[in-house]
């Protein structure tokens, strides 16, 4: 599976962005999705996660309530809606697909369970 992450940008306080990530090779809804993120001088931190059905998500504590999580099984696509962005989200964030390719009611927090990474792209939340 080969993921490509894209909509990162610049956005101030407040503002608003949605990430994508395209996906290919795989059965796509086979496999559970995930965002994560790593800030400068940190660790990569979970985002959200998203079932290979769709149904099942989860989300860290950080993101809940302005971070939506969603996929296009049709269009191999998984999208991470940010709203009332604070900089605290600035990062570089990354798509994953899970080493599972039986994840249809799974969802997973663990980096380690994922098997398949994008190349990461920088949001930026000014102040």
């Known amino acids: 599976v080969q993921l490509q992450a894209s909509g990162g940008g610049l956005v101030q306080t407040g503002g608003s962005l949605r990430l994508s990530c395209a996906a290919s090779?795989?059965?796509?809804?086979?496999?559970?999705l995930g965002w994560f993120r790593q800030a400068p001088g940190k660790d990569r931190d979970f985002v959200a996660t998203?079932?290979?059905?769709?149904?099942?998500?989860y989300y860290a504590d950080s993101v809940k309530g302005r971070f939506t999580i969603s996929r296009d099984n049709a269009k191999n696509t998984v999208y991470l809606q940010m709203n009332s962005m604070k900089p605290e989200d600035t990062a570089v964030y990354y798509c994953?697909?899970?080493?599972?390719?039986?994840?249809?009611?799974?969802?997973?927090?663990?980096?380690?369970?994922?098997?398949?990474w994008g190349q990461g792209t920088q949001v930026t939340v000014s102040s």
């Open positions: 994953a697909a899970s080493r599972n390719a039986n994840a249809y009611t799974n969802v997973y927090t663990d980096g380690g369970q994922y098997g398949y």
């Open positions: 090779g795989g059965t796509f809804g086979r496999y559970a």
């Open positions: 998203i079932s290979g059905s769709g149904v099942y998500k």
